[in-house]
């Protein structure tokens, strides 16, 4: 069975830009997680959708929103970026239950 | 006070050593108990998944949780070069709620 997949792996974008990400989850699973992780922060939540709607929400301003299709794939989109939006973003799929499967991330780079 | 607290290390042992990595929580809620692994430049990995205290095992890892203390572990036994590595906690109150990763301990093992 094919692992979670995130397009694209890398990225390069200007201050004041916006960026979409995606993700392919593990067919079958209907759960998206997205993470923010830093090397002083580690690994922050920032919402999770399951069956096109957003279950649980963490604690980032709106410029970073996101949406899940009828196909369980996710993207999720942040405007008017900030240099401290460089990050790895992931992306994690799970089945039911809380055990995630994560995907190799998107590394953004903001200049 | 952070909700998931690790020794962020890094921790260095001699290969065949067993490794004791610990995280401390603070929110009694806490039901769902996973430990990931994750290599440089890669998505983490899970390792173990545990749901209320007691211990489980899996070949040369073992995972403990003692709710009374907020408390778990994970050890590893004949620890291997392979092993090196970010070993990050994570816990969740219920089956559908956010997950909340703990920071990470690097770990180092020395052929």
């Known amino acids: 069975k094919a692992g979670v997949t995130q397009t694209p792996r890398y990225l390069i974008k200007t201050r004041g830009q916006q960026v979409t990400l995606s993700c392919s989850p593990i067919?079958?699973?209907?759960?998206v997680s997205w993470y923010q992780q830093t090397p002083g922060q580690g690994l922050q939540f920032l919402f999770e959708y399951f069956s096109e709607t957003q279950r649980n929400k963490g604690n980032f301003p709106g410029r970073f929103s996101g949406r899940q299709f009828s196909n369980s794939r996710s993207e999720m989109n942040v405007s008017t970026l900030e240099l401290g939006d460089s990050a790895l973003y992931l992306c994690?799929?799970?089945?039911?239950?809380?055990?995630?499967?994560f995907g190799p991330g998107t590394r953004l780079t903001v200049t | 006070q952070k909700e998931v607290e690790q020794d962020p290390g890094p921790l260095s042992v001699p290969e065949g050593a067993i490794v004791s990595l610990n995280c401390t929580y603070s929110?009694?809620?806490?039901?769902?108990f996973m430990w990931y692994r994750q290599y440089s430049r890669k998505g983490p990995e899970l390792l173990m998944y545990?749901?209320?205290?007691g211990n489980k095992e899996d070949g040369r890892f073992t995972a403990q949780v003692d709710k009374s203390s907020k408390y778990i572990s994970l050890f590893i036994r004949d620890s291997q070069p392979s092993d090196s590595a970010t070993y990050l906690c994570a816990m969740s109150e219920t089956s559908y709620d956010k997950v909340i990763f703990g920071p990470g301990t690097s770990l180092s093992v020395i052929p």
């Open positions: 929110n009694s809620a806490f039901q769902y």
């Open positions: 994690a799929s799970s089945l039911e239950g809380p055990e995630q499967y």
């Open positions: 067919s079958g699973h209907r759960s």
């Open positions: 545990t749901y209320s205290s």
